[in-house]
Antibody, heavy 112, light 108 residues
Framework: EVQLVESGGGLVQPGGSLRLSCAGFGFTFSRYSLNWVRQAPGKGLEWVSH???????YNTDSVKGRFTLSRDNAKNLLSLQMNNLRDEDTAVYYC???????WGQGTLVIVS | EVVLTQSPATLSLSPGERATLSCRASESVHYYLAWFQQKPGQAPRLLIYDTSNRATGIPARFSGSGSGTDFTLTISSLEPEDFAVYYC??????????FGGGTKVEIK
């Protein structure tokens, strides 16, 4: 069974940094593209970032220059380095497989 | 950026009734339209991909249709566990991938 487990969320001040991680289990991690999708409290879903199996990355405009996505296939680990955080980055961050079939449970980031 | 507009925002129905949810795109997304279900405190779940293909394990009462800019998710007979928020998503013209604002299906 494909499983994704996020970690690293927490409370951070505006302008601060946080690193989210997503561990993959039950599938050949290196062959999958992966995404981050976030959801602000009481709001809808917003796509944040995508990384292909060969590590090409794409970001939504609002995080360009602030968020960096990377992967370590040897450790089955996806990382999202978030710098210069803003109030509007407050959300639950979900890791998903590239086809959006598998989702993690989410990790909450609060910028305040 | 492709904007997806879902309607209605809220649908009040009783168990056993038919639910029809709409998603309209600001430009053609061909047939690359997906639907997700989200219950409170849970991650979204993929229901339908490429307009009309049910994801693994999704009951047959869920069906999708449409093409171009107009799409529909139909739940033929609502079960108690179907009351949730539903989102459409397009991945045709990306980045960015975009989601609709959601339709909440609530118990009448």
């Amino acid at each position: 069974e494909v499983q994704l487990v996020e970690s690293g969320g927490g409370l951070v001040q505006p302008g601060g940094s946080l690193r989210l991680s997503c561990a993959g289990f039950g599938f050949t991690f290196s062959r999958y593209s992966l995404n981050w999708v976030r959801q602000a409290p009481g709001k809808g879903l917003e796509w944040v970032s995508h990384i292909s199996s060969n590590s090409k990355t794409y970001n939504t405009d609002s995080v360009k220059g602030r968020f960096t996505l990377s992967r370590d296939n040897a450790k089955n680990l996806l990382s999202l380095q978030m710098n210069n955080l803003r109030d509007e980055d407050t959300a639950v961050y979900y890791c998903t497989t590239g086809d959006y079939v598998a989702w993690g449970q989410g990790t909450l980031v609060i910028v305040s | 950026e492709v904007v997806l507009t879902q309607s209605p925002a809220t649908l009040s129905l009783s168990p056993g009734e038919r639910a029809t949810l709409s998603c309209r795109a600001s430009e053609s997304v061909h047939y690359y339209l997906a639907w997700f279900q989200q219950k409170p405190g849970q991650a979204p779940r993929l229901l339908i991909y490429d307009t009309s293909n049910r994801a693994t394990g999704i009951p047959a009462r869920f069906s999708g249709s449409g093409s171009g800019t107009d799409f529909t998710l139909t739940i033929s007979s609502l079960e108690p566990e179907d009351f949730a928020v539903y989102y459409c998503q397009q991945r045709t013209n990306w980045p960015p991938v975009t989601f609709g604002g959601g339709t909440k299906v609530e118990i009448k």
